[in-house]
């Protein structure tokens, strides 16, 4: 595994912090619990994008891109981070947002992550949910190079080989820091969505012949196709790296049961892990993925998933931000339209 061969642009604040969280291990009666600040990246408010971003727009710089293009749901992590990371290397940013919860509510429509792609400088353009997003990205490539620019398209949640590279290099932060401190992880627990993430770590993992056990937290999809999606994009990350004989299906485990009504949809359990974070250790999770994500860890723990001794890590990949567009659901009374 040799990720030097990647031109990689500095973009974010790294290695992110490993902390422990001392009043929800005693609370929820163990495992011992930590977190990995991945919502410190930086970056605009940070989150788990700009690690892949390091490595997509090292690509789009080396095409000599002059603006780049993505895709993502209204409260869009991904679009937010993509507009910044083109902001501070002097490209222009086009965003395609694709209506995937029906919220008429204008702090959801606006505000959040909204707010900052405008404060970026990104242009935006709507689209209906259900929409071919990669479809309608290359259409306006397509009209952009018609107008003598240059465009680079990042994949929705740039969850590519090259996207992906970023959570292979998490994975080998994360294992020397565990080895710095002593602490020997049983369990590493995140929300999953575009794959990206998962896939990096799982090759990443492997190829460091870590016996850390991965666990993602389903945010969109089934079970099934989730673990496919994973798989799938953990196999080509794998041989983009030029790694030997793949990586083991079984390494690759999605824990779908907590998405509720759909993507981006409150649930009762994301709103208790938000508070509960919140008002435990002073930590902002988000409602999207990371509060889902929390919500599966600490239903698992109640159901004794865990041994108390085992140390599980939860990956917070950021997203606060969204909170903005989601008042609603912690209560404050909504803004239509
Ligand atoms: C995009 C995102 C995820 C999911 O990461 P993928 O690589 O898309 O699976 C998790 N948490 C937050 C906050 C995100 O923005």
């Avoid at 965003?95 to 405008?118: C, P």
Wanted: proline share 4%; glycine share 14%.
């Amino acid at each position: 595994m040799d990720l030097s061969l990647f031109p990689r642009i500095a973009l974010g604040h790294f290695p992110t912090p490993l902390e422990p969280m001392g009043n929800l291990t005693a609370l929820l009666g163990g495992p011992r619990l930590w977190v990995k600040r991945d919502d410190c990246t930086g970056l605009s408010s940070g989150g788990n994008k700009t690690r892949k971003l390091e490595y997509l727009m090292a690509e789009a710089v080396a095409t000599r891109a002059d603006v780049v293009i993505t895709q993502g749901a209204t409260q869009s992590n991904h679009a937010r981070q993509t507009a910044a990371a083109a902001a501070k290397l002097g490209m222009k940013c086009h965003i395609l947002l694709e209506d995937r919860t029906g919220s008429t509510d204008a702090d959801y429509t606006d505000n959040g992550n909204v707010l900052l792609n405008r404060l970026h400088g990104a242009t935006v353009e709507r689209h209906a949910g259900g929409t071919n997003m990669q479809q309608q990205m290359e259409q306006v490539a397509e009209r952009l190079r018609g107008n003598g620019a240059n465009p680079y398209v990042v994949p929705g949640g740039g969850s590519t080989p090259l996207g992906a590279l970023g959570y292979v290099n998490a994975a080998i932060e994360l294992v020397g820091q565990a080895a710095a401190r002593g602490l020997k992880i049983d369990y590493l627990v995140h929300a999953t969505g575009s794959a990206g993430t998962q896939a990096g770590l799982v090759a990443g993992l492997h190829g460091l012949n870590s016996d850390i056990q991965l666990l993602g937290i389903g945010t969109r999809a089934p079970k099934e196709k989730q673990e496919a999606m994973v798989y799938d994009l953990a196999c080509r990350t794998a041989e983009h790296l030029r790694m030997r004989g793949g990586v083991p299906r079984e390494m690759v485990v999605a824990n779908c049961d907590y998405v509720g009504p759909g993507y981006g949809i409150p649930t009762p359990g994301m709103v208790e892990a938000v508070e509960l974070l919140a008002r435990t250790e002073g930590l902002l999770l988000d409602p999207v993925y990371s509060g889902k994500g929390m919500a599966g860890l600490i239903d698992l723990i109640r159901k004794g998933r865990f041994k108390t001794t085992d140390n599980v890590v939860f990956l917070h990949t950021g997203g606060s931000v969204a909170l903005f567009g989601y008042g609603e659901a912690f209560g404050l009374k909504g803004s239509q339209g």
